[in-house]
């Protein structure tokens, strides 16, 4: 591995080396991981807002005793109009890795072709999050044993969430059975859906109805509710397809809920206290994942 643009340029036995590097990252003592990039620099460039993404790779680079070089757009001379090009091709110059979140898809494609050094998609617009993907995976198969054969429900805002199709694409590659919940109006596009169906023949259903019966995780992500021209629209569906205790009656002891965060309205802070949630954990696997993400980016 060199740059991590998206996760479709990730075979089975690429994602399964970085999960198994994250695992023995999640192992090492500090004293350890500290010598394995010790000496490095990392930049992270971060045109929209984060806080896990952005938290856990300084976490990861730093565990791994690299230095940090954190570029502010606001008061870099992007204010001043400078091309993402010539700013990429400036920090390549001055680092050895690039972590890169844009509004723009294509963004990190478009910065990965000019950069030497290898450069992490931290996020692109409404197109990839692979490390995301990574650490979802991570998660899944941490808590469960297995990824393959697993029920795995996809709900919320499926047509505008990047993490949901990266997801889909990942479960698809191990072997999930996955259930897409959704709004109509707010369905997976059909043409990710066939894409996944086609290269790995998994079974992917579609439904308005939320049913947690027999399901093993349930993944949920927000409305967005910004990207409705009405509202009022965007609060209903919100309000129905939301994670309360309610919801969870009568649910599986053993589900997991996950949600890449941050969270709103769609799961309550009450849930936050069941043993199901796994959000929060799910977030912490984000620094061994980046680390070997991190890692293996530095070695290829
Ligand atoms: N899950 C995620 O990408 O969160 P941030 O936007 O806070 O990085």
């Known amino acids: 591995m060199h740059d991590l643009v998206s996760i479709r340029d990730l075979g089975k036995k690429d994602v399964e080396a970085v999960l198994s590097e994250a695992a023995r990252m999640e ?11 010790r000496g490095k620099l990392v930049s992270t460039m971060f045109f929209e807002p984060s806080t896990r993404t952005n938290m856990s790779f300084q976490a ?41 979140r ?5 963004a990190a494609r478009y910065a990965a072709d000019l950069a030497e050094h290898p450069v ?29 054969g697993l029920r795995v429900s996809l709900m919320g805002d499926l047509k505008h969430a990047r993490t949901m199709r990266s ?10 059975d996955v259930n897409l919940v959704s709004p109509s109006a707010l369905r997976m596009d059909e043409e990710v859906i066939r894409e ?12 308005s109805d939320i049913n947690l019966k027999g399901v093993d995780v349930l993944y949920v992500c927000r409305i967005q509710k910004e990207r409705f021209q009405d509202k009022y629209e965007g609060e209903k569906m919100q309000k129905e397809f ?7 009656r009568g649910a599986p002891e053993d589900l997991a809920i996950l949600h890449p965060l941050p969270k709103v309205e769609e799961i309550p802070p009450e849930v936050d206290s069941d043993p199901r949630a796994k959000y929060f954990e799910q977030a912490k696997n984000g620094v061994p994942v980046r680390m070997a993400v991190l890692y293996l980016a530095s070695k290829g």
């Open 27 to 37: 192992k090492m003592p500090p004293k350890k991981s500290g010598e394995l990039l």
């Open 60 to 100: 990861a680079a730093k565990r791994l005793g690299a230095k940090l070089m954190t570029f502010y757009p606001s008061v870099s001379s992007t204010a001043k109009g400078e091309t993402l090009g010539d700013t990429i091709r400036m920090i390549d110059g001055y680092v050895d890795a690039i972590v890169l």
């Open 102 to 106: 844009h509004p723009y898809e294509g």
């Open 120 to 148: 992490i998609n931290a996020g692109d617009g409404g197109n990839q999050h692979p490390t995301q993907t990574l650490l979802d995976l991570y998660t899944i198969k941490k808590l469960k044993g297995k990824i393959s």
């Open 167 to 176: 997801l889909l694409y990942g479960l698809g590659m191990f072997g999930a």
């Open 196 to 207: 996944t169906k086609g290269m790995f023949g998994i079974n992917v259903s579609q439904t």
């Open 242 to 248: 939301r994670v309360d205790l309610e919801a969870l």
